[in-house]
């Protein structure tokens, strides 16, 4: 590689030379830099446009990258201290299922906790592994599912020997983290692969005083949401590898899904995003930890809500907590999570990141001001006032622990039939249920279907939860593994 450094952003540097070349456009895309659609480029800006163009060879191709990608991939993985980083333009989504897909072949086993994202759950569906779930347990006071207890993960790890990898997010959606260091030994001392969700936490590559990250502890893999904290564009992510996890090998299964059409609007705000979070990360990070806990304090005066931080670190299931995010809890004040979230959007204009039934989650990022911080205390409060309720008739709990009857690819590629939601207790799911955001399946294919699961899918959908996953929009009935006649 040339040399070069944090400063450089050589996918940015190469696109601006090639706009400087005024080269003559035939080939893809047709808009031809938006002289060929008026209206797209009025909307996005020519500038924008300008810099959508194809792979070619002065832009090196994201599906084999030789030159300036490469370049961008090996600064990349410098910042982020990986042996290699893949630029990922279809999300994290596609960088936890790189990951699955890379440490498990069908029928090998892959331990994680069941409170992974739906991207995890449909690895397992496309890759044939076979789920082992740890139960994350759950904080009853707030409802909320955990990290995974050391304990918990060797036992599972002693029942099944023969399991791949493991899987662990790093943090929640709410901001907890497992002992990542402990699980990683762990694992590794078993000759299992660590992969690791990072959808949010890629900050915790660029500030002492956050949690641990993926590489720092010696995982193998991790999934890192760029768009999430680090500031790029939506849908572009990073996959990092690290040990021995061959990158030609990951490039091979990022590329049976991957498009052959990489956007250079996602890897270079990739490009860029990385060079200012490797320039300015600490700093960034310190101001938007300053203003989540400022923000914290103002919501915990108003009496009600909860907003909670690193009180609740237990050495264990709550190992450590990321201050960047501001989960509060709502149902003191006799709302839902999903009712505040509601509530912020349609009184106050306020849209936050999402409302389940205990909780709602704040994201603050430092695009943020004090002024929209106040604002969204404000809102609180007066929610508060005009809306709380007598909690007696919220449902608290968060997590089912699942019966696993069949694996999710079986389940869902076996003959199924469409039965109404309420009738379907006792019949093994074929697809999943779940709240959108956090993502996270109430049901995942192969698993039985319970009363109780019913009532808290009737419950979430009459709170107002954006229920996803069902084959039917409407969610009224749901997939289930035909039964012999
Ligand atoms: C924990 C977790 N993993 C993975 C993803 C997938 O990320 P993306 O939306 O970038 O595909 C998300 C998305 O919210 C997530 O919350």
Same mark, same amino acid.
Do not use: E, R, S, Y
């Given at each position: 590689m040339k040399h070069l450094s944090q400063e450089n952003a050589p996918i940015m540097e190469a696109l601006n030379r090639y706009k400087s070349m005024r080269v003559v456009p035939f080939d893809v895309p047709g808009h031809k830099r938006g002289r060929g659609n008026k209206e797209l480029a009025a909307f996005l800006g020519e500038q924008c446009l300008s810099v959508d163009v194809n792979s070619m060879k002065p832009l090196d191709n994201l599906s084999h990258p030789v030159s300036i990608i490469r370049e961008a991939e090996e600064l990349a993985a410098e910042a982020f201290g990986a042996k290699h980083a893949f630029f990922m333009v279809n999300g994290t989504t596609s960088a936890v299922q790189a990951m699955v897909m890379t440490a498990c072949k069908a029928g090998e086993k892959i331990i994680l906790p069941r409170n992974v994202h739906r991207s995890a759950i449909n690895a397992l569906v496309l890759s044939g592994a076979i789920p082992v779930y *740890?139960?994350?347990? *759950?904080n009853n006071q707030l409802g909320i599912p955990l990290g995974m207890s050391v304990i918990d993960v060797e036992k599972a790890i002693r029942e099944n020997p023969d399991a791949k990898a493991i899987l662990i997010n790093n943090p929640t959606y709410y901001g907890i983290c497992s002992d990542l260091k402990r699980l990683t030994d762990l694992a590794h001392k078993h000759g299992m692969l660590v992969l690791v969700d990072e959808a949010h936490g890629t900050h915790f590559y660029f500030h002492h005083d956050l949690p641990a990250s993926a590489m720092s502890v010696g995982a193998d893999m991790a999934s890192v949401s760029m768009h999430k904290s680090g500031g790029s564009l939506t849908q572009s992510s990073f996959l990092l590898i690290n040990n021995e996890i061959s990158e030609g090998y990951t490039r091979q299964i990022i590329n049976l899904t991957q498009t052959t059409s990489g956007s250079y609007l996602l890897l270079s705000s990739l490009d860029i995003s990385r060079k200012n979070l490797a320039l300015h990360g600490n700093e960034i990070f310190t101001k938007v930890a300053e203003m989540a806990e400022y923000t914290r304090r103002e919501i915990n005066k108003i009496g009600g809500y909860y907003a909670f931080s690193k009180e609740l670190i237990n050495g264990d299931t709550i190992y450590d907590f990321d201050i960047t995010k501001l989960s509060v809890h709502t149902l003191d004040i006799g709302l839902a999570g999903i009712e505040v979230y509601d509530l912020l959007r349609d009184e106050y204009d306020i849209q936050i990141e999402f409302g389940d039934l205990g909780n709602i989650l704040g994201y603050i990022s430092v695009g943020d001001r004090k002024l929209d911080l106040e604002r969204l205390v404000a809102a609180l409060a007066e929610i508060k006032r005009r809306y709380s309720k007598d909690k007696t008739d919220l449902m608290n709990h968060e997590y089912i622990n699942p019966e696993v009857v069949l694996t999710p690819q079986s389940a869902f590629y076996v003959p199924k039939t469409t039965i109404p939601l309420d009738e379907s207790a006792g019949r093994i799911c074929s697809e999943s249920v779940m709240c959108y955001p956090p993502g996270i399946p109430i049901l995942a294919p192969g698993e039985r279907i319970t009363e109780e699961i019913i009532s808290y899918i009737q419950y979430a959908k009459a709170k107002g939860c954006f229920l996803t996953g069902t084959e039917d929009k409407e969610v009224n009935n749901i997939n289930v593994v035909k039964e012999e006649e």
């Open positions: *740890v139960n994350p347990g *759950v």
